[in-house]
């Protein structure tokens, strides 16, 4: 549709040329002025008489004025010259030195003798370079610009055409032309005036300019096409075709006078500059079009030189004046007339290869390049005529998008029988797709209906394990205590070695107990590896005598060595011992007779970095070698061991915390035995400050503990084993005595089952953490019990309890518990408490710096009757007065902090002002410390 637009208004544009050279026809030839006068009595109107001929010229003159009075007598200096003529070519005025160029300044007359009887009558002003003035007896009738004898008094105007009209009935007209020229490189008249009837001078005029239009109207939808059609389309040519036609259409707008006409604003200087920049633009983009369309037939050299010349003149045209660029306008024709050539000589080479297009193409660039030769020598006066050069660019045009909409017809059609291959195959896939998708979705089904299964095996086996644990640990709990209350009653010799079996028996099934959960967590990565500071050489030596003593009591000899070792170390001592303890289980039950030897070697790879080697070995029987390789793997056993106690999950432990730790375990036989090997990278701290490390600590004497404990013997175990230390307990069977208990009883601690018959601990203890009085919500909570997995703890840690002790209970721990949520009493290497002198020089400057604080706190709430702070401030010096020896002041705190437990209770602040004076003397009576 837009290729049928642009030819049908291509013939349009044709045929209006046509018509424009007939109607130049009309036109008389020869001159028609003879020195200075131009006898028109005798003209015919109907045709249009060019004033050609001998002019009066008065060099370096600007008097129009005066020159066209008719009445005024001219005399010399004048010459007479033929015009038209340009100033540049000779025979007008010549420069001092005998030359001529375009600039300067001079008066044009010629005297007009009209046939009677006339009607109206016109003249055409062609192009004046590059102002002139109009004066017809005596009077100016019009100007382009303002003439001027000095290049900074001129305005340039150049307008393609004016139009003047004489009076009627005027038989002889004096007509004196003023033109001067700063500002072009060429000056003058290069066409002759017109004379004839306005409608025979408009007719040619409106000829032009519906040509012109057409061409105009032509390259714009051209431009429209190109821009529609490359934005489907991934060709870098449409793009450089848009680009093309938009510069022909800004030529021909400065040619044609229409941008002129539409922007009047515009100065001549810019319009001459945008034209030239329109000539030295289409010539490279031309050639990276032809690059696309026939790749390989152009030179890189040829393109360089072509782009270099285009913008050395698109410089010139911009930086320059007027009349400097234009001087190189006869070599730019003659770049121009030399890169068409090289573009047909290029097409012939496409046609000679039989590139698709080519043929059809080299019409239209032999029509182009006719059209650039005519205006080339139009430009330089070799002819006369009109520009062509734009229509010959749009049939050049044309007959690109010929060539550019076969190709794209062509390539739709390989695009066609490739979509249908395409959807051929894409069917294909898509029943391939489909059946891997049903696969797919049935692998998907069976792996989330295994995930579910394994989720569920894992929350039973979770379950169960907890079972176990609650089941058998709370018996054992009372038999070890039972136990451990029987051995300090001095038992007989007998009854020791008795109660030392059962201890020993449940220890055995404790640890079983203790392996199975481990190697659980273990599976599961909930296992956490402390960071901690620990002292190296004293536990290597506190096991190797450990290990000593348990030889000794099953008759095997014991020896050990160490390197010299860092002493301070960042690292699990724990888990360290934990796993060298499962080894020595194993060496110690397979060794019957003959020795241990256990070796500690370090080696230092990089600045405080460790690589410490533990060694143990035994003189036992050895392993067999098809069982070496699998006594790390869980339930594995050596032969001849089903009657040894044991799971066979010691070793498995022992590679899993190797590996959590960033260590290695090995395990081989040697002469005489077998040898386990245990490698550890620690980092040395002997550098950074150590602190003291209380190795002992027993909780303050007089707590207030409410033990929540459903099973009788359990209960009657921990009030014998916490009675030595003076603690008053009460006793709450279930959760709801205990609730009643914590509402109407201050308490320093609760020890609480978690499992009860009423209510769980959980519950209890997310009651006494959110409860509104916040005394009772500050009190501490020790979970003792026999559920202790990972899950359990974490529900544990949700309610706000910090400190598990397992069932069944050892002493230490629970002790160890009470000291630090209550304070601790401490305990000297002999294990004896230490007296009150020391714990004083311990611990008091610290105390007093509490004290302090406290005082400041107290006296401000005095001061505002803030009962919260008062209570708060009281919580916090009896926990720790008593210890430090100051009872009076803990009592007084206590009966403060009682008191204010109600927050509705009219509070007497009297006692609390006692507290002050007594927290008062205190401070006084340790000034000096």
């Known amino acids: 549709y837009f290729v049928s637009i642009f030819f049908l208004c291509t013939v349009f544009a044709v045929g209006y040329l046509y018509s424009t050279s007939k109607s130049a026809l009309s036109v008389v030839n020869g001159p028609v002025v003879h020195n200075g006068k131009a006898d028109l009595r005798l003209w015919a109107l109907q045709d249009v008489l060019p004033l050609n001929g001998e002019w009066q010229v008065f060099c370096n003159i600007l008097d129009g004025r005066n020159l066209s009075r008719p009445t005024v007598s001219i005399q010399p200096p004048y010459k007479i010259v033929n015009m038209p003529r340009l100033w540049n070519y000779g025979g ?137 059609f490359g934005l489907t389309t991934q060709s870098s040519g449409w793009g450089w075709l848009l680009v093309l036609v938009i510069s022909l259409s800004v030529r021909l707008g400065c040619t044609s006078g229409v941008f002129a006409q539409m922007f009047p604003s515009l100065s001549t200087s810019v319009l001459f500059r945008i034209e030239y920049l329109s000539i030295y633009v289409p010539w490279p983009i031309y050639f990276r079009l032809l690059a696309v369309m026939f790749p390989g037939h152009l030179h890189r ?176 709990n009372a038999i070890f205590g039972m136990t451990t209350l029987l051995l300090r009653d001095n ?57 000593a003593e348990r030889c000794h009591q099953v008759g095997l000899a014991f020896t050990y060595t160490f390197d010299v070792l860092p002493s301070l170390v960042m690292g699990d001592p724990d888990r360290i011992q934990q796993l060298l303890g ?81 260590g290695q375990v090995s395990l081989d036989n040697i002469a005489g035995g077998s040898r386990f090997t245990f490698t550890l990278p620690v980092r040395d701290l002997e550098s950074e400050p150590v602190t003291h490390i209380v190795e002992k600590s027993l909780p303050r004497l007089g707590l207030r503990i409410l033990l929540v404990e459903d099973t009788p013997e359990n209960r009657l175990v921990m009030q014998d084993m916490l009675a030595t230390f003076e603690m008053h307990i009460t006793i709450a069977e279930s959760g709801q005595k205990a609730r009643e208990l914590i509402e109407n009883t201050y308490f320093d601690v609760m020890l609480l089952d978690m499992v009860l018959p009423d209510i769980s601990g959980e519950e209890i203890a997310h009651y006494v953490t959110n409860h509104f009085n916040t005394t009772i919500a500050s009190m501490p909570i020790i979970a003792v019990t026999a559920n202790v997995i990972e899950s359990d703890i974490l529900r544990y840690h949700a309610v706000g309890i910090e400190h598990i002790v397992a069932k069944p209970v050892v002493l230490d721990e629970l002790l160890k518990a009470i000291s630090e949520v209550c304070g601790t009493a401490l305990v000297n290497q002999g294990g004896s408490v230490v007296q009150e002198a020391d714990l004083i020089a311990a611990g008091l400057p610290i105390f007093l710096q509490a004290c302090q604080e406290c005082h400041n706190a107290l006296y401000m709430a005095l001061e505002t009757t803030d009962y919260d ?58 000034e000096t410390l």
């Open 92 to 228: 007008t005025c010549p420069n001092r030195d005998g030359t001529f160029s375009g600039m300067g300044r001079a008066t044009y007359r010629v005297v007009l003798y009209l046939p009677a009887h006339t009607p109206i009558i016109s003249l055409q002003i062609p192009q004046i370079l590059s102002a002139s003035a109009i004066w017809i007896d005596g009077y100016k009738i019009a100007n382009a610009g303002h003439v001027a004898a000095q290049p900074q008094d001129e305005i340039a105007k150049t307008p393609l055409t004016q139009f003047i009209t004489l009076e009627p009935e005027q038989h002889i007209v004096t007509l004196a032309v003023e033109v001067s020229n700063h500002f072009h490189f060429e000056g003058g008249m290069s066409a002759p005036i017109l004379i004839g009837t306005r409608d025979n001078l408009e007719k040619s005029r409106e000829y032009r300019l519906v040509f012109d239009t057409g061409v105009f109207a032509a390259l714009l939808i051209l431009a429209f096409y190109i821009a529609a």
């Open 301 to 476: 050299l040829a393109g360089n030189l072509i782009t270099a010349f285009a913008i050395s003149g698109c410089l010139l045209s911009i930086s320059t004046p007027v009349y400097i660029f234009t001087q190189f306008r006869d070599a730019t024709v003659l770049f121009l007339i030399i890169s068409a050539f090289y573009y047909v000589w290029c097409v012939s080479v496409a046609i000679y290869n039989r590139e698709y297009g080519a043929d059809v193409l080299g019409i239209g660039v032999v029509i182009f390049l006719f059209c650039v030769l005519h205006d080339g020598l139009m430009y330089s006066h070799w002819l006369s005529g009109i520009d062509v050069a734009p229509l010959g660019g749009l049939l050049l045009l044309l007959f690109h998008i010929i060539v550019l909409g076969q190709r794209f017809v062509k390539t739709l059609h390989k695009v066609k029988v490739l979509s249908s291959s395409l959807a051929a195959l894409n069917n294909s896939l898509e029943g391939q797709v489909e059946e891997r998708t049903y696969q797919l979705e049935q692998t998907i089904t069976e792996l989330h209906r295994a995930k579910e299964l394994a989720e569920k095996e894992a929350v039973n086996k979770d379950r169960f394990l907890a079972h176990l644990s609650h089941e058998v640990r709370t018996p054992l």
């Open 491 to 547: 038992p007989s010799e007998e009854q020791r070695r008795r109660l030392d079996l059962m201890k020993f028996s449940g220890a055995g099934l404790v640890r079983l107990l203790d392996d199975i959960l481990e190697m659980s967590r273990l599976e599961a990565g909930r296992v956490k590896i402390a960071q901690k500071p620990f002292d190296l050489s004293l536990l290597c030596q506190k096991f190797a005598d450990l290990m």
């Open 582 to 662: 499962n080894v020595t289980d194993n060496a110690i039950k397979f060794t019957k007779n003959g020795s241990i030897r256990f070796v500690v070697r370090a080696t230092m790879h990089a600045s405080q970095e460790w690589s410490v080697v533990f060694e143990l070995t035994n003189s036992g029987p050895g392993i067999p070698p098809p069982v070496l390789g699998m006594l790390f793997q869980e339930f594995v056993r050596g032969p001849e061991t089903d009657i040894l106690p044991g799971s066979g999950l010691g070793l498995a432990i022992v590679k899993r915390l190797a590996t959590a730790m960033g």
């Open 869 to 926: 702070c008062i209570r708060r401030v009281a919580h916090r010096i009896r926990g720790s007065a008593r210890t430090y020896g100051y009872e009076a002041l803990g009592q007084l705190a206590t009966i403060v902090e009682d008191g204010l437990r109600e927050p509705s209770t009219i509070y007497d602040l009297s006692e609390a002002k006692c507290l002050l004076s007594e927290l008062d003397r205190t401070l006084r009576q340790n």
